[in-house]
C-alpha cells in the first residue's frame, strides 16, 4: 500500500502549499481528498478513497474497505467505504455515522473493529463470501462466534438482510468447530456441503500407535476413514513434504487420501465434489483402520 498523507502532515515536514500543488501537478503525489493526498502519479483507488474519506471526516475506514486492511477472505471494495463520527457535521455519500469505541489502528489506518467489520459485511455479501470471511476473521482472531451472536438482536432492528446472512451461516457451521486456516480449506468445506457429503471435521490431529503426533490435517472424516489434502500456492520443497506427509498419516491410520489443489475447487468445483463423492463411497466400501483414535486440535 502506498503511503497516503494530509497537507497537514506534509507542511509540519516543511512542504509549503506551493510545492504541495507542485508535487500533485507533476506527477509526484496525487490528490486523494480534499488535503490527503497519496504518493505516485496513479489515480487513487477505491481503497485509498476510503482511507481518505476517514482521514478527512475523523471517521474510520469500515466494511469491505476495513476488510482489506484485516485481510479478510473474499472483500471485494466497490465504493469508498468510511464512517462519520455521530457528532460531525461533514455528511458524505454511503458514509456511516459511527463513533468508535474502542478505537482500532491497522497499518496506521483508523478502522472499525474486527466484530463491527463482520457484522457490516454481512449486508454486503452473500452467504458463500461472508462465510469465507468469516473463518479468516476468526482465524485471525478479530472476533468470535460468541460476540457475533450477542451483537444479533441489536442489529436485527436495522439491518434485515445481514442478520439473515448471518443467521443462515452460523446455523450452518458446527458448534465446536475451529476456523479454517486458508481460504482453500473454507472452500473445500462449502463444497463437501454443497454435495451433501458428511461434515468433515477440522485440523485433525493424527498420532501413531505409540500415541506420538505424526501430522495434522486440514479435513478429515475420521469415521469413514479419509483426509484431504489441500494443494494451494507451493513453495521450494512443498510438494516433497506435503507426499512425505501423507505417508505419514496413511501409514499411521490406514486411511483414504484425497488431494485436491486450488484450481480444481476453484475453477472446476463440480469435478471437484464428484471425486470427493467418489472417495468417500471407496472408504465406505473398505474396512477402517481402528488402531488409535486421530483427536481434534
Not at 509540519?12 to 490528490?31: E, F, M, N, Q, S
Not at 472499525?112 to 454486503?124: E, I, K, R, V, Y
Request: include cysteine; hydrophobic fraction near 45%; proline fraction near 6%.
Amino acid at each position: 500500500m502506498r503511503r497516503i498523507f494530509t497537507a497537514d502532515e506534509a507542511f509540519a515536514k516543511g512542504v509549503t502549499p506551493d510545492a504541495l500543488r507542485w508535487g500533485a501537478r507533476t506527477g509526484k503525489w496525487v490528490r486523494v481528498d480534499r488535503k490527503v493526498y497519496a504518493e505516485g502519479p496513479d489515480p487513487p483507488t477505491l481503497f485509498e478513497r476510503s482511507i481518505a474519506g476517514a482521514l478527512v471526516t475523523g471517521g474510520a475506514v469500515r466494511s469491505q474497505a476495513a476488510g482489506v486492511l484485516y485481510g479478510l477472505d473474499s472483500v471485494r471494495i466497490v465504493r469508498p467505504e468510511f464512517t462519520v463520527p455521530s457528532a460531525s457535521s461533514n455528511s458524505r455519500d454511503r458514509a456511516r455515522r459511527r463513533d468508535l469505541k474502542p478505537e482500532v489502528i491497522v497499518d496506521g489506518v483508523r478502522v472499525t473493529s474486527g466484530l463491527q467489520t463482520m457484522l457490516d459485511l454481512a449486508a454486503d455479501m452473500n452467504e458463500l463470501q461472508w462465510e469465507q470471511a468469516l473463518e479468516s476473521a476468526l482465524f485471525r482472531n478479530l472476533t468470535t462466534i460468541e460476540a457475533i451472536e450477542a451483537a444479533l438482536p441489536a442489529m436485527s432492528r436495522s439491518r434485515t438482510k445481514g442478520v439473515l446472512v448471518i443467521r443462515r451461516v452460523l446455523a450452518l457451521r458446527p458448534a465446536e468447530a475451529r476456523p479454517t486456516e486458508s481460504l482453500l480449506e473454507t472452500l473445500m468445506v462449502q463444497l463437501a456441503r454443497q454435495f451433501n457429503a458428511p461434515v468433515p471435521i477440522r485440523q485433525v490431529e493424527v498420532h501413531d500407535e505409540f500415541g506420538q503426533f505424526v501430522a495434522r490435517v486440514d479435513l478429515a472424516w475420521p469415521e469413514l476413514g479419509v483426509f484431504i489434502e489441500l494443494d494451494g500456492q507451493h513453495h521450494a520443497g512443498q510438494p516433497v513434504y506435503d507426499a512425505n506427509r501423507e505417508t505419514r498419516v496413511v501409514a499411521a491410520t490406514g486411511w483414504l487420501c484425497g488431494r485436491f489443489s486450488w484450481d480444481e475447487v476453484n475453477r472446476t468445483p463440480n469435478d471437484a465434489g464428484r471425486r470427493l463423492l467418489r472417495v468417500l463411497a471407496q472408504a465406505v466400501r473398505r474396512p477402517v483402520v481402528t488402531s488409535q483414535a486421530p483427536e481434534s486440535a
